[in-house]
Structure formats: C-alpha cells, structure tokens
C-alpha cells in the first residue's frame, strides 16, 4: 500500500517523497512545490503507540483535515486514528496496511492536498460555489436581456469561474432574488465605463430558473437565512442553496 501512495501522489500531483530525517530514514514527507507546506507524512510507528495489538511498526500517512465535525467522523472508523506525533484537532493517521480502502485513502489524500494548498491554489482546485450578486433595475433591465438571450454577460467581481452559480438578486424596489444562473465563461477581460458602473472583467452566465418576486424577498433572507445585505458578491449558506435549487423554493 505504501508503494501505491507514493505513485498515487507522483502521478497526480507531480511530487516526489523527500526524506528530511537521517535517524528515520524511511519516514517521507510530501511538500506543495509553492509553499512547501507538507500534505502527507509517512511513517512507520509502533504498533503500540497507536493502541494496537501485537508487536513491530505498521505503515501511516499523516492527514490533514481541516473540518474538524469530519476530523471527529473520520477517528470512529476502523484505521483512523488521532494524529500520531502531531496536532490531533487537524491532523489523523491513516493505517497503510488494508483497513482502509484504498479508495478512501486517496480521498482523504485529495482533502489534505487541499486543505494545506496556499490561497491562489485552493482558488484553482475548489469545487463550485454558490454566490448571491445585486443587481439595480434603475441602471439595468435584466429581465429584457434573458429575454433577448439565456446567455449574457455580467460584471465579474471576486473569484467567480466557469461551473459556479450565481443567483441574482434584484435591489428595490423588488428587494428578491429572481434568477438562478450558471457561470459558462469568467475572466474576460472587459472595458466599459460610465458614471454609475465600470466593468474591467466578465463573465457569461446563462438562465436557468426564474423565481417569483415573493419566494426570496429580502424580508425572508433576513429572517430565515441571516442575511442582512447584499451591496456585492457573496457566498450563500447551505440552507439557503437547499431551498434556491429545491423546486418547492423550501
């Protein structure tokens, strides 16, 4: 199992183990080639030290797991165990020796390949997002634009990419979101200037549901969801991107 780790992350991640200790000359760290943090140690431990049976060393992958609920599911299962040797609220210990499905370990691999990634490269590698967006109908109709196309272009603020949802809230004196689109196309580089909006890069989003005026109303954003604004681009709780993509709106 051990081999299968080491090709596993030299296959996808392109990084070779490096072996920073003379005295434990087996035990292999694998490092971001940007911030060098580490993502995975491997080791051979006690037995013992981990509370198991029997005698000898057995192998481990290190992990990092930053959702500690996860962490804490994660430790009940056969072969997780606390992190051996370092922080256990965000760190586990992986046994390498069949007790965990291969499957599952190079998933949790992925997470902690994620969770030690620098900003710019979680940017890159993270799933897609639900965002809430304003949008003022005294400076643009944008009824009349789904009208003429289910693809049009938008102000792309923050980190918005292809794949994210957008749901588009509209100010007073509606004050609700009506429309649920998706990001097709981000980063196009844009110059438009007037005395109410500039806009140096877009985006595509395209149509895809329409909500009544009186589903999602600010009232209910407030009370409901706790969102108190919506003055620019911001992420969405989850309960609130259940009722947005469930038919019902509940």
């Known amino acids: 199992m051990r081999e299968k780790v080491f090709a596993y992350i030299k296959k996808k991640y392109k990084t070779s183990p490096e072996y920073p200790w003379a005295k434990y000359d087996r035990n292999a760290v694998f490092r971001h080639s940007d911030n060098k943090k580490w993502f995975a140690l491997e080791m051979s431990v006690g037995r013992e030290k981990l509370g198991l049976s029997g005698c000898g060393y ?22 997780i165990f606390p992190a051996y040797h370092m922080n256990k609220e965000h760190w586990i210990t992986v046994l390498l020796d069949g007790t965990v499905e291969e499957g599952k370990v190079y998933d949790l691999i992925d997470t902690s390949f994620a969770a030690t990634a620098s900003a710019k490269k979680k940017e890159k590698i993270r799933g897609p997002k639900d965002w809430i967006i304003p949008a003022n109908p005294k400076f643009y109709d944008v009824e009349q634009a789904f009208q003429k196309s289910e693809i049009i272009e938008w102000k792309q603020s923050g980190s918005m990419k292809a794949g994210d949802t957008v749901f588009i809230y ?52 407030k009370k409901e969801y706790g969102i108190y604004a919506v003055r620019g681009p911001r992420g969405i709780p989850n309960s609130l991107s259940h009722a947005l993509k469930n038919k019902s709106g509940e």
């Open 170 to 221: 509209m100010g007073a004196p509606v004050s609700a979101i009506l429309y649920q689109c998706r990001v097709v196309e981000a980063d196009i580089p844009y110059d438009y200037q007037d005395k109410n909006l500039t806009i140096t890069t877009a985006m595509k989003i395209r149509l895809l549901r329409r909500y009544a005026p009186e589903q999602f109303t600010f009232d209910r954003l």
């Open 58 to 79: 057995v192998d481990v992958l290190n992990l990092k797991i930053d959702d500690r609920m996860f962490r804490d599911m994660l430790v009940q299962e056969d072969g």
